[in-house]
């Protein structure tokens, strides 16, 4: 069963824009990751949050989480053509013996140059 | 280059036929897992394991084995592939498995079961 849902499912902009992906989980949790697919291509990891931070930097990556909420955001500054991928948010469970990350379906995200 | 390294890039197989997906990792991680990739359903998890010599079920486990012999490699076998098992298969592994650490991915093995 999926935790995560990602929204949008696809994102189109033009290059220069900033790119915001959200993510809702249901379940408590220990960590959220974010990672980019490239089409083809294995996922690679941008940033992972921990449940007790609530924000993330990292280059133009810019990640936020609500626990509260059950939530978090994946912004994306001064996007470039490069930037066109999938991005999935994943989350950790919350007890020791549940780190395996279960994965959303993913935002398409397209940068026009 | 430090990595996963998955074999073979991608099979026919026919229905009914046994195979191994290999999987290898040089970074000395703990943790290791196998995903499917379905398009409309996400990244699954089949099989993974906390560390040499240890397995646990994923998600999807059905028609799928693995096995952790030492701590480099994980392979992931079909013992008589059906045609829902057309899929991309991904390895990943991290440091650990009880403490948040991000994955690294192979670069997949594109199955299709005919």
């Known amino acids: 069963s999926q935790q995560g849902e990602e929204d949008p499912q696809a994102l189109s902009i033009q290059e220069g824009e900033n790119a915001t992906m959200n993510c809702s989980y249901k379940?408590?949790?220990?960590?959220l990751q974010w990672y980019r697919q490239n089409s083809g291509r294995g996922l690679v990891h941008l940033i992972l949050?921990?449940?007790?931070?609530r924000e993330k930097h990292s280059g133009r990556l810019r990640v936020t989480l609500d626990t509260s909420k059950k939530s978090s955001s994946l912004l994306i500054t001064a996007s470039r053509a490069a930037d066109t991928a999938s991005y999935f948010c994943?989350?950790?469970?919350?007890?020791?013996?549940?780190?395996?990350?279960?994965f959303g379906q993913g935002t398409t995200l397209q940068v026009k140059p | 280059i430090a990595g996963i390294t998955q074999a073979p890039t991608s099979q026919i197989l026919a229905a009914g036929r046994r195979m191994t997906l290999r999987c290898t990792q040089d970074?000395?991680?703990?943790?290791m897992y196998w995903y499917r990739q379905d398009l409309g359903l996400g990244l699954r998890l089949i099989h993974y394991?906390?560390?040499?010599?240890?397995?646990g079920k994923g998600e999807v486990p059905d028609g799928y084995s693995v096995s952790r012999a030492n701590t480099d490699d994980f392979p992931l076998t079909l013992a008589s592939a059906v045609p829902s098992q057309t899929s991309v298969y991904f390895c990943?592994?991290?440091?650990?498995?009880?403490?948040?650490?991000?994955?690294?991915f192979g670069s997949g093995t594109r199955l299709t079961v005919v």
């Open positions: 990943a592994s991290s440091a650990s498995l009880r403490r948040g650490h991000g994955y690294t």
């Open positions: 379940t408590s949790i220990n960590n």
């Open positions: 949050i921990r449940s007790n931070e």
């Open positions: 994943a989350t950790g469970g919350g007890s020791s013996n549940t780190g395996k990350l279960i």
């Open positions: 970074m000395r991680h703990n943790a």
């Open positions: 394991s906390n560390t040499a010599g240890t397995t």
